[in-house]
């Protein structure tokens, strides 16, 4: 005991025993073996922080990830450690979850009895603070209490939190509260032996430099893996509105800058193979974005291209334009053919029908 003020008070350092330890003590133990949920994306008692702009599909995402790790099937290509989850959305009501969850289990061919291992909770329209600030720090808030009991119970190995702007009751560019936050997620996924994965929007910063931060580089910096799923633009310009990139932005335990690339489809999102090389950019956003621009371009001038061949050939005439950005003839033609498939250009016709002219416009001019 010791006294301060006239008042006795525990040394905090002795109400708990020490856990110093001599490093020389580690000599003939195994090394234990780095555990994941998600190999190289999402590691086993830690916090991951997955972010996304609203609409990009982050919340599906992570629910074909829920429903993976349930039934021991496979994530986007990925596979995953198989056990118990509980997945908590303060965004998406009993309804929602319930389509999501008929679309993916369509998708997979499995059935309502093969998801025992999944435990939902919608907190939509209801207090889903984790935390309550004291002003002086941040302590469990009584939802956090029902959540560590439930998982005391479950034994998951996953926990879904969606999304952060609901469950954190700071500012979220307050570092010091920003740390004391995920230290309290970190305390639960050690605790209870499981990987905490939690769900955010990135700060406006964030979006346009395509990092996906989130205020205070505390958020980054307190993680120890971070994704972002975003769609798949160049320069604004985005070819196909179904297709999404998750890339790894923080990976203490992995390698920075894996890309993985998806599609939604059916109403879930499929692994695709991402286009690698010059030609099979061509049917991304940026040959698709150069031709779109420099066929406005041409329209603007009076002068007309078409998709047939001849001088006046689109692919042609655009591989000579100065403004072509380095793309090629070929990749032009696979652009102007996406680009006919999706029904962002047209091909009209004038003259007579004898010999009739045909030439490429933009669908809608």
Not at 6 to 22: C, K, P, Q, V
Not at 26 to 43: A, D, F, I
Not at 186 to 211: E, F, I, M, Y
Not at 270 to 299: C, I, N, S, W
Request: hydrophobic share 40%.
């Amino acid at each position: 005991m010791q006294r301060r003020g006239g008042s006795e008070f525990l040394d905090s350092a002795t109400s708990r025993d020490s856990r110093f330890f001599s490093a020389a003590s580690l000599k003939g133990k195994p090394v234990p073996p780095r555990e994941w949920l998600v190999h190289g994306l999402v590691p086993q008692m830690t916090v991951t922080l997955f972010s996304g702009d609203g609409g990009t599909g982050k919340s599906l995402l992570a629910l074909q990830l829920a429903v993976a790790v349930a039934t021991g099937g496979g994530w986007i290509g990925k596979g995953v450690s198989a056990g118990r989850v509980i997945y908590m959305s303060a965004e998406d009501d009993e309804d929602e979850l319930h389509r999501r969850l008929e679309d993916i289990l369509r998708a997979e061919r499995r059935a309502y009895d093969d998801l025992s291992g999944l435990t939902l909770r919608s907190l939509a329209g209801e207090d889903a603070l984790l935390a309550v600030d004291s002003q002086v720090t941040l302590m469990q808030s009584e939802l956090f209490k029902e959540l560590d009991a439930r998982a005391a119970n479950d034994a998951p190995v996953l926990i879904v939190i969606d999304t952060l702007a609901d469950v954190y009751p700071a500012n979220e560019n307050d570092r010091a509260k920003v740390r004391q936050f995920i230290g309290i997620l970190r305390g639960l996924a050690l605790k209870r032996g499981c990987a905490v994965l939690l769900l955010g929007h990135p700060s406006l910063t964030g979006l346009s430099s395509g990092t996906g931060a989130s205020g205070s580089t505390a958020w980054n910096n307190s993680v120890r893996s971070r994704l972002y799923l975003a769609r798949i633009t160049d320069c604004g310009f985005e070819a196909d509105p179904d297709r999404r990139v998750l890339t790894t932005m923080k990976a203490n335990y992995g390698r920075v800058g894996e890309e993985t690339h998806i599609k939604w489809q059916a109403g879930v999102f499929v692994p695709e193979v991402a286009e690698q090389g010059l030609d099979k950019l061509a049917a991304g956003a940026k040959a698709q974005r150069v031709f779109m621009h420099l066929l406005a371009t041409y329209t603007a001038q009076g002068r007309r291209v078409n998709h047939a061949g001849g001088p006046n050939y689109a692919p042609k005439q655009f591989a000579e334009h100065p403004d072509n950005e380095g793309m090629t003839k070929r990749a032009f033609k696979a652009a102007m053919d996406s680009l006919l498939t999706a029904g962002k250009i047209r091909i009209e016709s004038e003259g007579p029908s004898s010999r009739p002219r045909s030439f490429i416009v933009e669908a809608g001019q």
